[in-house]
């Protein structure tokens, strides 16, 4: 079972407590939701890089060099 460490500040005592079924499921629910979040950004983040060099190539076909492709 997971646990959770408790400090208290005052007196630097450390406790490990196992978590509740909530928190576990909570847990679970929360690492679901950022893996969805992730796919998500990553998605976008390739979609933009896909994006970006298409049209670097398109700007090739036109004639464009490299160097005329940086200055925009």
């Known amino acids: 079972m997971p ?3 408790i400090i208290n500040c005052e007196t630097g005592e450390q406790t490990e ?3 509740t079924a909530e928190e576990v499921a909570q ?3 929360d690492a ?5 979040q992730k ?7 390739a979609a933009k890089v896909a994006a ?7 700007l090739k ?3 464009l ?8």
């Open 17 to 19: 407590v196992e978590l």
């Open 27 to 29: 847990r679970e629910a």
């Open 3 to 5: 646990t959770k460490l």
């Open 52 to 58: 970006k060099a298409s049209a670097n190539a398109k």
């Open 61 to 63: 076909a036109l004639g």
């Open 39 to 45: 796919a998500e950004q990553d998605a976008a983040e």
């Open 65 to 72: 060099s490299d160097v005329e492709i940086a200055a925009l």
């Open 32 to 36: 679901a939701a950022y893996a969805v």
